[in-house]
């Protein structure tokens, strides 16, 4: 794994016993060793340790936070000026053709926007940054700090213990906070469907704040299998496989992120890239929808399984996208995509499983509640 | 005990009987088992024929026949209980007992000790 990135708590997570792989250029822990079930039980139990340094850190900035706002919106279909200052919002960047480019998270920060990418996605992303902002906003990408997630019902208590400001944020503030003797960046907000902290942290102070909030009773170290099975019963979508360049915001059941200024009729309507398949889709409805899947056996149902109508039909619907063995429904669960008119929940489709036909039921989605702190 | 190199082990019973699970090593990295479905009693199957899937929370894998022969019995608790794979490979979970066509195949299995080398 030479050619591989490292985070600063690379060291850290070997002592603690992870396995190592391969993610997005960088050798990740996909577990430790109590395991992906009991590392995504106990995190939605009491609290999980998550390192997300792997993602990319961005800061746009100009002469004023409705200059940046303006230029970003150029990008992303969602409303950023009328974003406070000290809150954060969920995005991501279209194309022409109204696919999706990347998710992110975004944030006013007062006199700046904070943007979080994915790991796969980073340089592209801002290369489009950096190729699609006028001239006076900057793109400066944070190499020097490190990103980390607490997440889980013991997240705020657990945080507490080094700053007890953090206990007042509520889902989706941004603050500025010091943990450890250094400046963090915080949100309470994260990818499992529990209440929690995203904290940037200076990469030299990362492992020392790993470790205080390791030290806490209710904390435990958490690898990416778990960080996909959580996100999974949580209904959100991993980039590159439940969204992609190919998938509109609408199919992919997103339009809650286009806010009414940048919908038709909005005081900033359009003006992104593929606004006008996006926007045709959201008055018509798309083709296809994603869905909550859920297969009526024990045998999970992965990335990449044909759906069809019937028993015996030859000709193909959909694919599931995402799936696998969901510990807290204590089941196997999927995403997938499916006509729309196929795509009510209750409906009864067909998997096509090591040659066999087996069928599963179209559910709501999230599989598990969402325990965010409104 | 025998071992393959596809980490199963193989147990001598009376009559020809050979009893089939996977090892420690296989189930740990493996991960968390989740399902498993096994071959039908009394179905016949040829060595290197996949006859047990088997899913963990990552991947899904198949557990291969070691032996020709004819499957007598399978652990059909496993089925209701996967996770008992992961809490005692070696005992409780076996899988299959086969009884073996040719019992000479056995000899082309390791010993404990050829296994615990392969294994490191």
Known sequence: ?374 | MKYTEEHEWLLAEDDGIITVGITEHAATSLGDIVFVEMPEEGSTVAKGDECVVIESVKAASDVISPLDGEIVEVNSALEDDPGKINEDPTGDAWFFKIRAADLSQMDDYMDEAAYKDLIG
């Open chain 1, 1 to 374: 794994m030479s050619n591989l990135a490292r985070t600063p708590l690379y060291d850290l997570h070997l002592g603690l016993g992870a396995k190592m792989v391969p993610f997005a250029g960088y050798e990740m822990p996909v577990q430790y060793p109590a395991g992906v079930m009991k590392e995504h039980l106990h995190t939605r139990a009491k609290a999980g340790l998550f390192d997300v340094s792997h993602m990319g850190q961005v800061i746009l900035r100009s002469a004023s936070i409705e200059h940046v706002s303006l230029a970003f919106e150029t990008m992303i279909p969602v409303d950023v000026l009328g974003l406070s200052e000290g809150r954060q919002r969920y995005g991501f960047f279209t194309n022409a053709d109204g696919g999706i480019e990347d998710d992110l998270m975004f944030a006013n920060r007062g006199d700046h926007l904070f943007v979080v990418i994915n790991a796969a996605c980073k340089d592209a992303d801002i290369a489009r940054m950096k190729a699609n902002l006028p001239n006076d906003v900057t793109v400066e990408v944070i190499e020097d700090r490190s990103l980390l997630a607490l997440q889980g019902p013991s997240a705020a208590v657990a945080l507490s213990t080094l700053n007890a400001s953090v206990a007042e944020m509520k889902f989706m503030d941004v603050a500025t906070v010091e943990l450890v003797g250094c400046e963090c960046w915080i949100s309470r907000s994260g990818y499992t469907g529990e209440d929690g902290y995203e904290i940037s942290v200076p990469s030299e102070k990362a492992v020392a704040l790993a470790q205080a909030l390791l030290d806490h009773p209710d904390v435990e170290p958490i690898g990416l299998g778990a960080r996909d099975s959580l996100r999974l019963e949580a209904g959100l979508c991993l980039y590159g496989h439940d969204i992609d360049a190919a998938t509109s915001p609408v199919e992919g059941g997103l339009t809650w992120a286009i806010q009414k200024a940048r919908r038709a009729g909005g005081s900033r309507d359009g003006g992104y890239p593929g606004a006008e398949r996006i926007q045709s889709e959201m008055a018509h409805g798309a083709a296809r929808k994603r869905v909550g899947l859920r297969p009526a056996g024990r045998a999970p149902m992965r990335e990449g399984v044909p759906l069809y109508a019937s028993e015996d039909t030859s000709d193909q619907i959909g694919t599931i996208t995402s799936g696998g063995f969901g510990p807290t429904v204590g089941g196997p669960v999927a995403m997938g995509y499916l006509p729309s008119n196929l795509s009510t929940v209750g409906k009864t489709v067909y998997g096509e499983l090591r040659g066999k036909r087996q069928p599963l039921t179209v559910a709501a989605l999230p599989f598990t509640p969402a325990n965010f702190k409104r």
